[in-house]
Each structure stands twice: as structure tokens, then as C-alpha cells.
């Protein structure tokens, strides 16, 4: 059985992206917590960005989530979760690298980091401008994800890609502190339950974070 070693952060929506990935493909993955804002110099040799995800697997040490889960794809096709088409294929690059970097920047950054990252690394408390902004924007993005799924079955097209466990992994981290407004849109609040429900999910929503207590609905599957 393959054994992969992934360095992570359990709220971060980059770590959980590639946890997916290999719970999906089957890889079975040992987790290690890294404290990245300590600078240890350990981890700076396998990741001199000092950011994670890091992961080992056969011998190489990965890092950067975007090409983390492209290298999986490559190497261990199936299941597959990237379409053959090439058109289809930059869709589904085209809304991971949406929630990786807009909703990252607009969102994510601006109430998971400053409500949980801040605590959790000494850097003070939230900036009440900042978690304004970011409940405002989700807004928008909960929307732009209604009219994906109105036009199609998954948030790519008709299967389900990197680009659902992409932005799941976003929406669960938000939604272990409450900040996703479920009843903004039925069709993102069924297509989550979707992706949720899949035994990729399962370890995910085991995770608990000192300090944070997730709502009672988490990790409910049936939700």
C-alpha cells in the first residue's frame, strides 16, 4: 500500500484540497501538524516558501497544492478527477485557480485568517474591516456558484473534478467557524452534501482545532 507523509495546517483550504486528492485516489497518508510561521529549519529544507502543504510520497518531497494534485493526476490517474476533453480540463483549472486565488484573497483570507490564523499565531485579533469584507464577498461567490449549478450537474461540468474538491475545501474550513450562509443558494447547499458526502470527506470532518469548537451540523453528512 502506497504511504504518503503530508506536513499540514487542518483548517487550511491548500492542505485540504490535496487531502482529497489522495483520500479519493485511495493514497493512504500519514498527517503531520506543521507549526510553517515557526520558520523551523527542517521544514524550510523541504518547503524554503515555508508554506504548506508539503508532501512526501515515493521518495519526493512536493509542495505548492496546485502542483501537488497535478502530480497526483499524472501518477495516479484513477480515479480520475480531471476531464479528457481540453477544453474541459481548463475548466476545471480555470475554478480551482478561482478559489485559490480570488476566493482565496476575498474570502478565505479575510475570515478563516484573520478569526482562527491570528489566534492560533500570536499575530493579535481580527480586523473587523477585513471580516466585513470577507462576508461581503462570499456573497458574491456563494452566487456565482448557484449559476454554475444551474447550467451544470458539478461546479466543472458533469462529473465531479478537482474543481468541486477545490471549493469545498474552502467552504468547509469557512464553515467550521460558521461563515457560510447555507441558505443563501439550495443548489450549493445540495452540491456541498454531494461532495460531503464521499468517503474522501470523512477525515476532514474529523479534524478539531484547540480553541475552536466547529457548529453542531459539521460534521453532520445528512446536513
Not at 134 to 155: C, E, N, P, Q, V
Request: net charge neutral; glycine share 4%; aromatic share 12%.
Amino acid at each position: 500500500m502506497i504511504t504518503a507523509e503530508l506536513y499540514h495546517v487542518p483548517l487550511s483550504p491548500f492542505c485540504r484540497k490535496v487531502r482529497l486528492s489522495l483520500a479519493e485516489k485511495k493514497i493512504e497518508c500519514k498527517l503531520i501538524e506543521e507549526r510553517y510561521w515557526e520558520k523551523d529549519t527542517d521544514f524550510l529544507r523541504r518547503n524554503p516558501a515555508g508554506k504548506v502543504p508539503v508532501l512526501k510520497l515515493n521518495g519526493k518531497v512536493l509542495a505548492e497544492s496546485a502542483a501537488i494534485c497535478e502530480y497526483l493526476e499524472e501518477v495516479y490517474p484513477e480515479p480520475s478527477l480531471m476531464p479528457d476533453d481540453p477544453i474541459e480540463r481548463h475548466e476545471v483549472r480555470r475554478l480551482v485557480f478561482w478559489f485559490d486565488d480570488k476566493f482565496q484573497h476575498e474570502v478565505t483570507s479575510k475570515l478563516l485568517y484573520e478569526r482562527v490564523n491570528k489566534k492560533v499565531t500570536g499575530q493579535g485579533f481580527p480586523d473587523s474591516k477585513n471580516v466585513r469584507a470577507g462576508l461581503s464577498a462570499i456573497k458574491f461567490h456563494l452566487d456565482y456558484m448557484t449559476w454554475l449549478l444551474d447550467h451544470r450537474r458539478w461546479l466543472a461540468g458533469d462529473r465531479m473534478t478537482l474543481a468541486d474538491f477545490a471549493a469545498a475545501a474552502h467552504l468547509s474550513s469557512l464553515d467550521y467557524i460558521s461563515d457560510v450562509d447555507w441558505n443563501r443558494s439550495a443548489a450549493v447547499k445540495d452540491w456541498y452534501a454531494k461532495v460531503k458526502s464521499r468517503p474522501a470527506f470523512r477525515n476532514i470532518l474529523m479534524d478539531q482545532v484547540p480553541g475552536f469548537l466547529p457548529p453542531a451540523h459539521y460534521a453532520d453528512l445528512d446536513f
